[in-house]
């Protein structure tokens, strides 16, 4: 699995939180623009947010493409607001994910 955006600005320290909740260590990651695996051939390339659905390139091989919008979680506001934006996101896209299984 390849993550990338196509104007990546860095892990967001609320994502690191939201994750290190569920057991899940991605402090070392890093963002990665899409140019990093331009020759890369992919069965599903899935966009994440509308933008990026009109902007991802077009990759080497058959990939399926598929697009789910999700809402950014870069939102205005209190920590605890801002920190539930980022939850909400978080469980949005674990239950996105788990439905691939069911297929």
């Known amino acids: 699995m390849y993550s990338a955006g196509s104007e990546p ?3 967001n320290s609320l994502a690191v939180e939201v994750m290190k909740e569920i057991g899940i260590d991605i402090s070392r990651q890093r963002s990665k623009h899409l140019d990093e695996y331009g020759e ?15 902007t991802c ?25 801002r920190l ?10 674990k239950e996105y994910i788990l439905s691939f299984s069911s297929h």
């Open 40 to 54: 890369e051939e992919f069965d599903y390339i899935v966009t994440l947010c509308d933008d990026a659905a009109k």
């Open 9 to 11: 600005k860095g892990v």
């Open 84 to 93: 539930a934006a980022f939850r909400k996101v978080r469980d949005e896209l």
């Open 57 to 81: 390139p077009l990759f080497p091989g058959e990939g399926k493409r598929m697009h789910k919008g999700f809402a950014d979680p870069a939102v205005e506001g209190s920590w605890e607001e």
